[in-house]
């Protein structure tokens, strides 16, 4: 087991809100990177003041909406406008290896801390400019929220069902999209910078690169003309597909049919019923297109089972089937159990919390968040003196100043 | 950036695009098919409705800057040049299912002999090993099992997924950094690495805040149908306008610029203007402190003004105005939003019928090492005769035995 961690010695003045910019910044935090969260209390990151809040009671330490997105950093309390405030960031600046930011665009030159101010304070920077629209452009200014981009991008349009208005993804789909993209991006600069020494500017869209997930559909539509539409829990190539209602309350367990076979283990694992012996069902096509009625039988078998029998009935069969998990399911499943998806952390005021881990496992190295997410300013004084090597003095110097809130 | 290293993409349909990510940020990257193709050529869309192994567009989305090599790896002279492959290779990408690279003999203990600083990224449903393991899964299924269709859907209906599949390009981007930082502790350590990439947990990612709500406030979060849950307040997010529908919310700016708006089409009366400190509206019903104008009428002016008005007219106008509102596009009004033609993002690609189309662009705009792409999706077998005959030296006869069934010049 490696003590080395993946980007030890790196450091990186992260100004990133919300979700999509700190969750990028947070694979190099929990990786072993020195990463500084600058923040404010005036106002607060957005995240910081909605829920999910420890124990349901509001407080800007208390939201997992910050909590899970900020593991491994450390949280410098700053006030950017105030002239002192600008001072730290300016020698963060000049400390850090990269730099990332998600203002609205322009922002960052407002305070003074723009990119050719960032490079010559330190010419080798990878300075990462993140935003809805990017950087340039007449939308490059477009402040929304991923939910605006999932829109844009056209992920609503294609989440839902066919005869009600769009449902959309969940809150804010490219946030969780466009951190993976941005993240392999700043890595392999990272790497260009350690064999060159050659800095950059990265001007990232959270559009742009989501609309990757969508890639062979926008190719569909330019040389076919096809476009796609919700079609709730269907698939275009097979069937029967869907999330069938279960015993006890709102339970539900996905089963995907994906091939004959498939079929043809369904119907035994259901004990062969009659109306599934239906020739027109031997083929995709005819399962296609008498997909009502099959959800009608399916809907029968599994509506007195619970979603775990139904999955485990399937599984063993060998058809695709999975409960559709909430959050308190997720904290019993064996599989991440085993895995050691979550793992608990000690939080300055909410106390032991479990933390969402990482999606891959590097083996040889105990990987997960390295410790939980900070306090709005708990790391002051460690930045300021052990970071930036500031005197006592100086220190007093800011904070008399107000800069430090 | 990533010029000096090689990449062996093994994956099908479900890893494609981790390898494609490292090709765009400049690695070579060698796909290795069987000798029948890719599971993705097998995937719609096709062009033109025919469902050939050159027609996907699946495998031409998710296979630029890449070369294209066969080899049948249930052979022994596959497996060896495969093997010999990997000797100049820092990186190899498979999506087998767990435990089934190692029954062909090409698992990571094979590879580590071949190349003791490979980084072996294997990406799975569930993970390499647990007891669901080895469960059958598909999208639909792991977007249940990962949570997020718990929060998503008609409160009134099934819970539902995303209609086009995500769940593996979500694995396959986080591959992508899971590879480049697995790398990253080769470079101090000089090791190899063995990666294992859960697409079940690549999907409890995408539930956000929701993935913790339990354990944190004691209570689960609820699909909602388009309604944003934003602490004690929800937020109706789609509204349906005069040729569709468009996602907004009021927040301080957007009411700043739209009060005005509301107020010229006698939707409100003009006192609104100045009625309300708009710019802080949004903070204050967050908090549940005093607004003058309740939450429930702004939302009435809203659904008044926007069934008016075409979303295009509505996006270009708040584009002026600092007024956020998010027309829900369709793929062709996707492609007409000007933004990203002023950005170049398009790209022109040649399909395999010979026409040309746009396409999705470079990743990010990049000062000093622009992104580009080099060259489209390869078809079956292009580059063997380029790779295992002129690069590693076999020859044609052997190539042929290796699975390499059509060597071209």
């Keep these: ?405 | 950036m990533l010029s000096p290293y090689t990449v062996l993409d093994l994956s099908d349909d479900r890893g494609e695009m981790a390898s494609m990510i490292l090709g765009d940020l400049g690695a070579n990257v060698v796909k290795v098919e069987p000798p029948y193709g890719s599971s993705s050529r097998r995937m719609g869309p096709f062009l033109e409705d025919a469902p050939e192994p050159e027609n996907s567009l699946q495998f031409f989305a998710f296979n630029r800057n890449k070369r294209g090599v066969t080899l049948d790896v249930t052979t022994k002279a596959g497996r060896a040049a495969l093997l010999r492959l990997a000797e100049k290779a820092d990186f190899v990408i498979e999506s087998a299912g767990p435990g089934e690279m190692a029954k062909l003999g090409l698992g990571f203990d094979a590879f580590e002999k071949a190349n003791p600083s490979i980084i072996y990224v294997a990406i799975s449903a569930f993970g390499q090993d647990g007891p669901q393991a080895d469960y059958a899964a598909s999208d639909l299924t792991l977007a249940a099992m990962g949570g997020p269709m718990s929060v998503q859907g008609n409160p009134e209906r099934a819970p539902v997924r995303l209609s086009v599949p995500q769940a593996w390009l979500h694995a396959s981007s986080e591959a992508a950094v899971a590879a480049l930082t697995a790398h990253a502790l080769m470079i101090q350590t000089g090791q190899g690495q063995f990666v294992d990439v859960s697409a079940q947990t690549s999907m409890i990612a995408t539930m956000l805040h929701a993935r913790l709500a339990h354990a944190i406030q004691g209570s689960d979060m609820e699909r909602a149908g388009s309604v944003l849950q934003a602490g004690a307040i929800e937020l109706p997010l789609v509204h349906e306008c005069a040729d569709g529908y468009v996602v907004l919310i009021p927040t301080g700016a957007t009411m700043t610029g739209m009060v005005p708006w509301m107020v010229e089409d006698g939707i409100v009366p003009e006192e609104w203007i100045e009625g309300e400190d708009w710019a802080t509206y949004d903070r204050r019903f967050l908090q549940q402190q005093p607004v003058v104008y309740a939450l429930e009428d702004v939302f009435d002016a809203i659904r008044r003004y926007v069934l008016l008005h075409t979303k295009a007219e509505m996006l270009d106008r708040g584009l002026r105005d600092n007024v956020t509102i998010a027309p829900i596009n369709t793929v062709e009004d996707l492609t007409k939003f000007h933004q990203l033609e002023e950005r170049g993002y398009w790209l022109m690609a040649p399909l395999p019928d010979g026409t040309d189309t746009a396409v999705a662009g470079i990743l990010a705009q990049l000062s000093e090492t622009p992104l580009d792409v080099k060259r489209w999706a390869p078809k079956l077998g292009q580059h063997n005769h380029e790779i295992l005959i002129e690069m590693l030296g076999m020859s044609e006869a052997q190539a042929i035995e290796g699975g390499a069934t059509v060597p071209q010049e």
Aim: hydrophobic share 40%; aromatic share 10%.
């Design chain 1, 1 to 405: 087991m490696t003590t080395t961690l993946p980007f030890d010695g790196i450091k990186v003045a992260d100004f990133a809100w919300i979700w999509a910019a700190p969750t990028t910044s947070k694979y190099f935090a929990d990786h072993g990177a020195t990463v500084v969260r600058v923040e404010t209390e005036s106002p607060p990151d957005l995240v910081r003041t909605v829920g999910p809040f420890k124990d349901g009671e509001p407080g800007t330490n208390r939201s997992h909406s910050f909590g899970d997105f900020n593991t491994s950093k450390y949280s410098l309390s700053l006030d950017l406008k105030n002239p002192q405030g600008a001072n730290v960031a300016r020698r963060l600046i000049g400390w850090a290896d990269i730099v990332i930011e998600s203002f609205a665009t322009g922002k960052m030159d407002d305070l003074g801390i723009g990119y050719e101010t960032v490079k010559k304070l330190n010419p080798s920077v990878i300075m990462v400019s993140t935003s809805l629209m990017g950087q340039t452009g007449l939308a490059s200014t477009y402040a929304g929220f991923g939910f605006h981009a999932g829109a844009i991008a056209g992920f609503y349009e294609i989440t839902g069902w066919p005869d009600l208005p769009p449902d959309g993804p969940f809150t804010a789909y490219t946030d969780g999209v466009a951190p993976r993209f941005l993240a392999a991006i700043m890595m392999a600069a990272l790497d260009h910078r350690r064999r060159t020494g050659e800095g950059q500017f990265i001007d990232a869209s959270q559009l742009e690169m989501s609309l990757q997930m969508l890639a062979p559909q926008i190719i569909d539509y330019n040389a076919s003309g096809r476009m796609v539409s919700r079609i709730g829990n269907r698939s275009r190539i097979a069937a029967p597909q869907g999330a069938y209602q279960c015993s006890g309350e709102d339970q539900w367990c996905a089963i995907a049919v994906e091939t004959d076979e498939d079929w043809a283990n369904l119907r035994s694992a259901m004990g062969k019923p009659t109306w599934a012996n239906d020739d027109r069902f031997s083929t995709t096509e005819g399962r296609l297109s008498s997909h009502d009625e099959i959800d009608k039988g399916i809907s029968q078998w599994t509506a007195d089972k619970s979603p775990q029998d139904v999955m485990e009935i399937l599984q063993v069969a060998g058809v695709p089937a999975g409960v559709v998990q909430r959050s308190s399911d997720l904290m019993r499943d064996p599989q991440l159990k085993h895995r050691k998806f979550f793992r608990e952390l000690e939080h300055s005021e909410v106390g032991n919390v479990p933390y969402t881990g990482h999606q891959f496992r590097i083996k040889g190295y105990d990987n997960g968040p390295r410790f939980a997410a900070p306090m709005l300013g708990e790391h002051n004084d460690f930045v300021l003196r052990d970071l930036l090597g500031m005197t006592d003095d100086e220190i007093t110097e800011i904070a008399i100043s107000g800069a430090l809130v």
